[in-house]
């Protein structure tokens, strides 16, 4: 398939304008868009520790979630070392890497459509004063402590933190995948019973306490969704794409005393 009309079909359905952060610079990280694509390899990050399996898998092009480059690219290769080691051995393989950030959580069919999906959802919306947060509801109510012990399960991952100091029973959810923990207060506006996203900072789980709301934070690598969920939207572009995924990316270890 020729590269341009398969970009040009994605960036419909998750344009650049949808990026909603200045320093999250998504589309062409590394190297010069091939001609045809027909291979490609899609990861949450591309990092060393997955350089040489993609080397090895000699794809057309890589597609990850989170940019490779995070930010203005003469000042990350500036002084990130590591990230200008790897980039350079990326040139020098010929791997071309693309990236769909915020731009894949806010568009339709993307990131948090299809977290909503894991957990089964029912009349999704997306609020006005958060485009990027899905919101919908559960067949039936359920307790919370119950609800998050669901989510961990239908997210694939090994544990949660629950800040619960809202209703017991919750059935309308709100989410966004990743680091969106600051936007509880939309969901809290939505009249959620309970809202679902990441790597909440202190104050922010105090300012959920002061609020009497629920929230349930969970590993940023729920985002491991992204690899069937943009498998999928290849296939339907084009079934005859070999589309290969590495879900590499592990949790960190829970210490008890």
């Not at 919101?135 to 669901?150: C, N, Q, S, T, W």
């Not at 300012?207 to 934070?217: Q, T």
Request: hydrophobic share 40%.
């Amino acid at each position: 398939m020729k590269t341009n009309i398969l970009l040009n079909k994605l960036a419909k359905r998750f344009p650049k304008k949808y990026a909603k952060m200045n320093h999250d610079f998504v589309g062409l990280m590394v190297g010069k868009k091939p001609e045809e694509v027909h291979k490609i390899v899609l990861v949450l990050d591309l990092d060393w520790e997955i350089f040489d399996k993609v080397k090895e898998v000699k794809p057309d092009i890589v597609i990850t979630h989170h940019p490779f480059i995070y930010g203005p690219k003469g000042k990350i290769l500036k002084y990130d070392i590591s990230k200008k080691t790897l980039f350079d051995a990326l040139n020098e393989e010929g791997i071309v890497v693309y990236s769909y950030h915020t731009n894949f959580d806010t568009g339709r069919g993307g990131m948090n459509d299809a977290l909503a999906a894991l957990l089964s959802l029912k009349d999704v919306y997306t609020p006005e004063k958060e485009i990027m947060m899905r919101i919908g509801y559960l067949d039936k109510p359920m307790e919370v402590h119950d609800f998050a012990r669901y989510a961990v399960k239908a997210f694939n991952v090994d544990y949660a933190l629950l800040v619960n100091y809202g209703k017991k029973m919750v059935q309308k959810i709100g989410i966004v995948g990743g680091g969106g923990s600051r936007d509880y207060k939309v969901a809290l506006l939505e009249e959620c019973d309970i809202y679902i996203s990441g790597d909440a900072p202190h104050h922010v789980r105090r300012d959920v306490i002061n609020d009497k709301f629920n929230y349930l934070d969970m590993p940023h690598e729920i985002e491991h969704a992204f690899m069937p969920q943009m498998k999928k939207i290849l296939l339907e572009i084009d079934d005859s794409l070999e589309v290969i995924t590495f879900d590499h990316e592990k949790l960190p270890e829970v210490i008890l005393k």
